[in-house]
């Protein structure tokens, strides 16, 4: 399949992930819009890798007031496309959220050509190898026939399980120690050799930095994309630079 491919000395590419937006959080709400309306339409793609909200049980059950995916669609309109793949939190997202928003599920992982360097995409879940029991649990969640047995559920059903699912999760990472939830050295290197790159761009632990690495027969790089907590988080390649950028709540 040909990949998708950017020269960013024509425009900037922005990438994204783990905003766990939800009604709770008005703020970051906000300052995704604002980010959609300002920031994005200049640039020659938007990715989202994953965890765009906090939950989603199923594209049925999204509320019909929701802003998040009228501010996407609107964005792919002016002609900035965008690229979904999901997280531990969205993976249930499906085609009818995708139209509505006007975005393109990609396969996880999934590789881009960006100024004629292959880079590989992923959530960044897959590769805490260390975490023996959320990987446990990620092979159930991502079977189709649990899927498709959850989604059956009424929504109400399906709403208290998710509940119980987050509940459970907090208090198992509370007593994990921090390097287990972080990704494993030997997997980051197996999935550049797998697929041939040198410049890996991920999500999921809340890590922001950008890591050198050395691969034995030359350099590559690990881009963590950050969380939208407490601020917002973008990785911007700019004329074949990638920088890690912050946007406040406040506007």
Known sequence: MTPLRFDTTRAPVLFIADLH?????????RAFRHFVETR??????????????????????QPADDPVAPALAALSAK?????????????????????????????EPTWVEIDDEAVLLEHGDALCTDDTAYQAFRAQVRD?????????????????????????????????????MDVNAAAVRDRLETWGVRTLIHGHTHRP???????????????????WFEQGSVLRID?????LETLSFEG
């Open 144 to 180: 189709p026939e649990w899927q498709a047995g959850f989604l059956a559920q009424p929504i109400a059903r399906r709403l208290e399980q998710a509940r119980d699912l987050r509940q459970r999760s907090g208090e198992a990472m509370a007593g994990k120690p921090a390097a287990i």
């Open 209 to 227: 930095a950008i890591h050198h690495l050395d691969l034995g027969d030359g350099a590559g790089r690990r881009i963590v994309l950050g969380d």
């Open 79 to 107: 002609g900035t496309p965008v690229y979904f793949l999901a997280g531990n939190r969205d993976f249930l997202i499906g085609p009818a959220f995708c139209q509505a928003a006007g975005i393109t599920m990609l396969a």
């Open 21 to 29: 937006l939800d009604p709770q959080r008005p703020a970051a709400i």
């Open 40 to 61: 994005a339409p200049s640039a020659a793609a938007l990715f989202i890798l994953g965890d765009l909200f906090e939950a989603w049980i199923g594209d049925d059950a």
């Open 239 to 243: 004329h074949g630079t990638a920088r």
